[in-house]
């Protein structure tokens, strides 16, 4: 388990396509474990493996308050969306801002697990969102783009 360094805005690895996982391997499974690490780390709650530099459709994914709900999607493919959120959205790889963001309320997204088995998952509110942000950063969009106004700073705790 190691901690990755989160790319930047500005860093243009973040506005490329991410690839598909064709397979897992043990490299794979590294980048995923690390991933986990540094989403929880960093106090976020989601991460896209291109944010530590690979060009991978793979997210890391936990709404929850006490961190016990993680989700990892290998390639995942949003299927259905409802509904409309509009709130503050903020990405680690845009430290100290947050901006306000309309997302739809409901998504469902299928993708493959970590045995590379077919699943899904739903989500409402703050996980329907996350699901939008981290499927966009797959293809080398920032939810900056998305901002209604402007984007404000934010008080960080460390
Ligand atoms: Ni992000």
């Known amino acids: 388990m190691?901690?990755?360094?989160?790319?930047?805005?500005?860093?243009?690895?973040l506005t490329k396509r991410s690839k598909e996982v064709k397979e897992m391997t043990p490299r794979v499974q590294t980048l995923i474990e690390d991933m986990i690490d540094t989403m929880y780390k960093s106090g976020g709650?989601?991460?896209?493996?291109?944010?530590?530099?690979?060009?991978?459709?793979?997210?890391v994914i936990d709404c929850s308050e006490d961190g016990d709900e993680l989700h990892v999607l290998i390639n995942p493919k949003i299927v259905?969306?409802?509904?409309?959120?509009t709130g503050q959205e903020g990405c680690l790889s845009v430290p100290g801002k947050s901006g306000e963001v309309t997302r739809p309320n409901y998504a469902k997204v299928v993708f493959l697990d970590e045995n590379m088995q077919?699943?899904?998952?739903?989500?409402?509110?703050?996980?329907?969102?996350?699901?939008?942000?981290?499927?966009?950063?797959?293809?080398?969009?920032?939810?900056?783009d998305l901002v209604e106004g402007d984007l404000v700073d934010v008080n960080t705790e460390n």
């Not at 190691?2 to 690895?13: P, S, T």
């Not at 899904?120 to 996980?127: I, K, P, V």
């Open 2 to 13: 190691a901690i990755r360094e989160i790319r930047e805005i500005g860093d243009e690895i």
């Open 45 to 59: 709650v989601g991460l896209a493996a291109v944010q530590v530099g690979v060009l991978k459709r793979i997210v």
């Open 118 to 144: 077919p699943a899904e998952l739903e989500g409402t509110e703050l996980l329907a969102r996350a699901i939008c942000h981290e499927c966009d950063h797959l293809d080398g969009k920032l939810y900056v």
């Open 80 to 85: 259905e969306t409802s509904g409309e959120q």
